[in-house]
Each structure stands twice: as C-alpha cells, then as structure tokens.
C-alpha cells in the first residue's frame, strides 16, 4: 500500500532509539523527509545514514529546553507531520515523588509536546494539512504501578490532545494518542529490572510475569508500532482524530 508520504515533511521527538528511532525509519522508508531530533548525536547520525526512499536529517535537541525547541521552529513551521515521543520517567509511587521531579518533568513530558505544536500548527493550518501524534502509554488507560509521573503527566497530555482535535479537525489538521503496551526497547527492559528489584526477584521471572498478562503472548516490536504511526501520517487517516490508538497484544483489559 502507498500511503501517499512522498515528500511530506516530518519532525520526530526522542528518535534517537527504541519507538522513536522506528518511527523515523518508517515514515523515511515511505518517502517522507524526516527531521530526527534527540540528545544523542551518534545515534541520530546512525540513524541519519540508513537508506530509505526519504531523507533522514539529524537534529541533536533536548525536549525539556525551550531554546532547543525553538532550534527546530523553522522545520516545524514546514512539518506536515510532528511525532512527539520523549523517554520514560523516572519509576516512582503517587506519595514520593517530589516537587522537583514533578516540575522537571511537567516540562519534559508535557510542556514540550504544547511548545512543539505551537510552532508546527500555523503552518498545518494554512496548508490544509496536519498529522500530530503523541506516544504516551497504556497507562493513561489502565495505570502502571509505581510509575506516577507518566500515569499522570501523560493521562494530562491526553486530554490536552483531544481538546486541541477538535480545535484542528476542520483545518484538516488530527490529532491522536498512541498507547504502546509492552514493546521491546530498552525502556521495556528498565521495566522488567524494576520489577524484579520491587519484589525480589530476577529479570527474567519479571519478564515472565509480565508476558503472562498479554494474550498475544510476546512484547511488541518497534516497527510493529511505527507502521501505526505511518498510516496515521498517511492522507489515509484523514478521517481518524482525537483518539488513544492501543498497541498491546491486548494488554489492556478495559473495552
């Protein structure tokens, strides 16, 4: 299938690995031109040299810094798709987390996505044409022990998301959430040691408590994620907006 990306513009967050690095290589590989910022130069250069029918450009920024975000204004203002997906946060229950951790994070997690798409959406607008999506997590649907700041912080983000679809439909502009389950990236094994560290036992027997709650039986992979994210980018999603898109195996138990 064609999506129709060739030559569209694109901008992804936090692309220097795992759903980020995959969502990249998936709109590059359908033909857009991708600006690919995170933190990491050598792995974005990596990423940068993979071949494709699109381009990959390199973008080295820190989502949590308003000056490096303003860095990317001028190819967000020609984006006719924004990626926002940033790296997890620190583990952490409801009552310990502190002050600090939560304003750091505020503007990492959730600041940053309203930054980006202040600079992205005039151009949208006028050119009739508009993808933003947001990579949040199962958890603003089904909450994640001890992981407080994403439940929170993304399940904001959400209702953010779905306020601003509705603002954008008519300019031809969406707007929608994708939910990874359990995906295989680093962040996946992070899980699974924190698992194991809370209730004393080993990696492996929390990676195993953990497939036994997916009925698919097996955690996700990152390309399986971005084919999601490049048919929402397609002029083929035109009519999808506003919405959380789960990809978990069936993790998540709520309808």
Not at 82 to 111: K, R, S, Y
Not at 181 to 194: C, K, L, P
């Amino acid at each position: 299938m064609d999506l129709g990306l060739k030559r569209r513009r694109a901008v992804v967050t936090g692309a220097s690995r795992g759903i980020g690095r995959a969502i990249a290589s998936a709109l590059a590989a359908e033909g857009a031109d991708v600006i690919a910022a995170a933190r990491n130069a050598q792995k974005l250069q990596e990423l940068a040299l993979q071949p494709g029918t699109g381009t990959i450009t390199a973008h080295v920024a820190d989502m949590s810094k308003e000056a490096d975000i303003q860095g990317l204004a001028g190819e967000l203002g020609k984006a006719d798709i924004l990626v926002f997906n940033t790296g997890g946060p620190p583990f952490g229950t409801a009552a310990e987390i502190t002050d600090t951790a939560w304003i750091g994070q505020f503007e990492a997690m959730f600041l940053s996505a309203i930054r980006l798409t202040r600079l992205a959406l005039p151009g949208m607008r006028a050119r009739k044409y508009g993808r933003i999506m947001l990579v949040v997590s199962s958890g603003v649907i089904q909450p994640i022990p001890n992981l407080a700041l994403s439940n929170a912080l993304r399940s904001g983000l959400v209702g953010w998301a779905k306020t601003l679809a509705s603002e954008v439909a008519g300019d031809g502009v969406t707007v929608n959430c994708l939910a990874p389950g359990r995906i295989a990236t680093d962040r996946i094994v992070e899980f699974d040691q924190a698992r194991a560290k809370r209730e004393g036992t080993t990696e492996e027997q929390a990676r195993k408590a953990s497939l036994v709650t997916i009925p698919a039986g097996r955690y996700g992979e990152a390309d399986e994620f971005a084919a999601m994210a490049a048919f929402l980018a397609s002029p083929k999603a035109s009519y999808m907006t506003g919405g959380i898109i789960r990809i978990d195996g069936g993790m998540i138990r709520s309808v």
